[in-house]
């Protein structure tokens, strides 16, 4: 089956510090897109950054930016001057199906931030 | 405007009962999603609707779960014969373009 696997169900990071999340996925396709998306409290989903496969530029979003590693099938996502609203579940997602309009999701990792 | 929003934000319900779970995309979107997000769990893709195309319905578990979306616009979400199982959070979602999904707060299902 083709998986999404986050290895840390909890992290934490001190405000202002910068804080590392892995994604790992597995594909047999060439071109797909991959995305980090955010879950406050408050359930509703956001999406942070997507990275398309076949660009080697990392995206970056302000704060938030990605290491993709294609041949390691490896995306994490790295949060610089952490601040106390990051606090929520970050979720991994592959792209697939026709447009990649189906997502196939990982288990995510609960972020804490402490002031 | 206005986000996806969904109905009711909680469900309590006894094992056996019919529950119909709303959702109202962003006014535009044509594409519609709905996933399952049980405790522990990642999101389960659960039925994908398309313009005037036929739904996508390959996530859904059993016959107990169907969809349908009236003109393009408002779906529900049916799920027949509720067991302790289908207890999660109902999460949808809407887009125009395929690479941002616009999500809505979820329904919480409880099965008791």
């Known amino acids: 089956a083709q998986t999404v696997t986050q290895s840390q169900p909890e992290m934490s990071v001190q405000e202002a510090e910068t804080v590392t999340l892995s994604c790992t996925y597995d594909t047999s396709e060439s071109d797909y897109y991959l995305f980090w998306y955010k879950q406050p409290p408050s359930r509703q989903m956001i999406l942070v950054i997507r990275?398309?496969?076949?660009k080697q530029q990392n995206a970056t979003e302000n704060r938030f930016s990605v290491n993709f590693q294609k041949a390691a099938k490896s995306f994490s996502l790295k949060i610089s001057d952490s601040q106390l609203g990051d606090a929520a579940m970050y979720f991994c997602a592959r792209g697939y199906g026709g447009n990649n309009r189906k997502l196939i999701w990982g288990l995510g990792t609960s972020l804490a931030v402490n002031p | 405007g206005a986000g996806v929003s969904q109905s009711p934000s909680n469900k309590v319900t006894e094992k056996g009962k019919d529950v119909e779970l709303r959702c109202d995309p962003i006014s535009g979107h044509t594409a519609l999603y709905w996933y399952r997000q049980s405790l522990g769990q990642g999101l389960e893709f659960l039925i994908y609707f398309q313009g005037n195309s036929a739904p996508d319905k390959s996530g859904l578990p059993s016959d107990r779960f169907s969809a349908e979306r009236t003109g393009g616009s408002v779906s529900t979400l049916t799920i027949q014969r509720t067991q302790q199982e289908d207890s999660a959070v109902y999460l949808c979602?809407?887009?125009?373009?395929?690479?941002?999904?616009?999500f809505g707060p979820g329904t919480r299902l409880t099965v008791l």
């Open positions: 979602a809407s887009n125009t373009k395929p690479l941002e999904q616009f």
């Open positions: 990275q398309e496969a076949y």
